[in-house]
């Protein structure tokens, strides 16, 4: 039974060119959550994703970041025109509904270098 | 004011001690915590999670809350050397479907 899967483990991306970050949730979950780290910061909210559905968004910036869950196929966070500030560690969660009542398992990240 | 504040550490206890970990948050209407334990270049890891007031033991830890307080605490008994990372305090705010607030975390030390 795989957990969450991410990758690619490590990703550098040269200033101006598109991240594609992909998650492939746990078996039979519909729920995917993105977060970031920044170095030496906590986790941060992004994104909460059901099947073709953004539920909320609220932690996304406001451009250049976007993130789909297709009907089919990984998870994806896109982020277009890549500046330095956007080297960060990112994780991705899955669940197979929003209980409250329990933490959710993140897979192994993605950590993205800008040069 | 943070919603989620933990003292960052560093943290050292010896070897066979009881580390104590902090954590207070904010938001009052606040349902779910949560303590990760995160090695260095690697992702979080859930070891406690915790709802209700009182304490929730798990082997050598247990987790403490006092939602009238704000303060949700993490105790690890007998610390080894493997225990030394940074341990994250999560907060599932109620009508958020399913987002948590983490704190900075604090760094842990176990000296053998």
């Known amino acids: 039974n795989a957990g969450v899967m991410q990758n690619p483990r490590h990703l550098v991306r040269r200033r101006g060119q598109e991240a594609r970050l992909r998650c492939s949730p746990m078996k039979g979950h519909s729920h995917v959550y993105w977060y970031r780290q920044l170095p030496e910061e906590g986790l941060k909210f992004m994104v909460y994703l059901q099947k073709e559905n953004i539920i909320d968004e609220s932690g996304m910036p406001k451009e250049r970041f976007s993130a789909e869950f297709p009907k089919e196929g990984p998870s994806i966070l896109r982020i277009q025109q890549v500046v330095r500030g956007d080297s960060a560690a990112y994780f991705c969660?899955?669940?197979?509904?929003?209980?409250?009542?329990?933490?959710?398992?993140f897979g192994s990240g993605t950590r993205l270098t800008v040069v | 004011q943070k919603e989620v504040e933990q003292n960052s550490g560093p943290l050292s206890v010896p070897e066979g001690a009881i580390a104590s970990l902090n954590c207070t948050y904010s938001?009052?209407?606040?349902?779910?915590f949560f303590w990760y334990r995160q090695y260095s270049g690697k992702s979080p890891e859930l070891i406690m999670s915790i709802y209700s007031n009182g304490d929730k033991e798990d082997g050598r830890f247990t987790a403490q809350l006092n939602k009238a307080s704000q303060y949700v605490s993490l105790l690890i008994r007998d610390s080894q050397p493997s225990d030394s990372a940074t341990y994250l305090c999560a907060v599932n705010r109620a009508g958020s479907a399913r987002q948590l607030t983490f704190g900075s975390g604090t760094q842990l030390t176990v000296l053998p």
């Open positions: 938001d009052r209407v606040s349902q779910s």
């Open positions: 969660a899955s669940s197979t509904r929003p209980e409250k009542d329990y933490g959710y398992t």
